[in-house]
């Protein structure tokens, strides 16, 4: 009691130390600004703003604000608010310009600086420091109009952006950062390789619809053999060049492996997550990837004859997949996974019946990841590493009852290691048999049907690409 009694009256102090500042102009801007933060307003026309920028940076940053915000605003009104019942201070010391209508609600914490430290904070993880730096001081003149407009107490705001913080911080668990796309480690090198700068003894296949990149390529490699990507498994030369996303990439690594060659991954207008994971953002890096010569071997998991370089799956796996990939790229990879999610519950889905390593399971979903992915729940991230020997095993299991609802609730309960329906192990080996024999399996994007049990195996640094 005593040290709150202390920190009231200090409060109190600088309070009135605000209240007798004269700041020219402060009044016909602060006030109006506080205004427009109401109800987080002002956040929402930033983050709308954001959206139409046509940037990816600024589209995750939108959306990891709002998650912030719609995070931070309930914590403080509905439990920060009700605890404390703090009476709001007496403005009879402030100008009549600079009032603002005092609120009913109590005033310990400050909503809107929590709103504003939180939108502050989660666009700092993801836009760049141009962008970064405005928002956060346009943060800052919110928080502080708070106490210039006599509202609120400078404690207040204090513990309202504390609040902010730690909300913007806390969406890092529920939605992983972009900065997870970095290079991954790959220690196990393979000898280095002698190229022909220009191309010579180099099989390249392109994906349809990537015209610009194979101009790229054919410019970079004149003496390069360019080969159908259908036809890559008999391509002649000394190495393999494929480029496309990770459904491409994984022919070309199924090709590779069969004609003992190295592999060339070149990412296209659609790229995959492994060829960001060895470091190459476009076609200029893949070619310098390629006339450096250097190798790393690296692991690739199996299932039903085929490799993948990235994941497979079954259950709603398959389709979850489809719908994750066409919306990733402009709201990212978490958010499209749970409007994915969203959309194939409603759909009339159902459980499968799998047995996973012989133990029995009703389960929605079954992600087998070639190596350890980053962080929790069924949207795992980048790999740190593309050697491990290991698979990354990943099961959502289903409830007895609102299975839909769980089922979803589970996805986000799983990142945050709070649902007891999710569950997460590694393995150089995991058998899955489902009671009708025919699985439903999706490898790196691609969809099939196979016939069980199936054999999820590591091949472990069989493949060797350039980096």
Not at 200 to 210: C, D, H, P, T, Y
Not at 299 to 326: I, K, M, Q, T
């Amino acid at each position: 009691m005593r040290l709150r009694s202390r920190l009231h009256r200090l409060d109190k102090h600088l309070y009135a130390a605000v209240a007798q500042a004269r700041l020219p102009g402060l009044e016909r801007v602060l006030p109006p600004l506080s205004r427009a933060a109401d109800n987080a307003l002002l956040w929402a026309g930033v983050a709308g703003t954001f959206a139409l920028s046509g940037r990816s940076r600024l589209r995750r940053a939108a959306t990891r604000g709002l998650l912030a915000v719609s995070l931070a605003s309930p914590l403080v009104n509905l439990a920060g608010k009700q605890a404390f019942g703090r009476k709001r201070p007496v403005s009879d010391e402030l100008p009549l310009a600079r009032l603002l209508k005092t609120p009913l609600s109590a005033s310990f914490p400050s909503g809107h600086s929590a709103s504003a430290a939180a939108f502050a904070t989660a666009v700092a993880l993801e836009a760049p420091i141009a962008v970064a730096v405005p928002v956060s001081a346009l943060a800052a003149a919110v928080c502080f109009s708070r106490v210039y407009t006599g509202v609120h107490y400078p404690g207040d705001v204090l513990a309202g952006m504390a609040i902010g913080v730690a909300a913007g911080l806390v969406t890092r668990r529920i939605w992983p950062e972009a900065s997870e796309a970095g290079r991954a480690r790959a220690s196990a090198t393979a000898p280095a390789f002698e190229v022909d700068p220009s191309g010579e003894g180099l099989a390249v296949a392109v994906e349809s619809a990537a015209d610009e990149v194979a101009q790229t390529l054919r410019k970079a490699f004149p003496r390069a053999e360019f080969v159908p990507l259908d036809a890559i498994d008999r391509a002649g030369g000394k190495a393999l060049a494929v480029a496309g996303g990770d459904a491409a990439v994984s022919r070309g690594a199924q090709a590779a492996l069969d004609l003992g060659r190295p592999l060339l991954v070149v990412p296209t207008a659609t790229p995959g997550h492994f060829a960001a994971e060895l470091g190459i953002a476009d076609a200029p890096e893949a070619v310098a990837a390629y006339q450096a010569g250097d190798l790393a071997a690296v692991d690739v998991g199996e299932v039903a004859g085929r490799v993948f370089v990235g994941n497979a799956g079954l259950g709603l796996y398959p389709s979850l997949a489809d719908r994750r990939e066409a919306r990733q790229k402009r709201i990212g990879t978490w958010p499209a996974l749970l409007w994915g999610l969203a959309e194939v519950l409603g759909r009339d889905a159902a459980p499968v019946d799998v047995v996973v390593d012989g133990v029995p399971y009703r389960a929605w979903m079954l992600f087998v990841g070639n190596c350890r992915h980053g962080s929790r729940g069924p949207a795992p991230g980048r790999r740190a590493r593309l050697e491990d020997g290991v698979l990354d095993i990943r099961l959502l299991t289903a409830a007895r009852r609102l299975p839909r609802l769980r089922a979803f609730g589970s996805v986000i309960g799983g990142r945050l290691r709070l649902s007891r329906h999710y569950r997460q192990w590694t393995a150089d080996t995991v058998r899955v048999e489902t009671p009708s024999g025919e699985v439903r399996l999706a490898r790196d994007g691609e969809t099939v049907t196979a016939r069980g049990p199936l054999t999820f195996v590591k091949r472990p640094r069989s493949l060797h690409v350039f980096r």
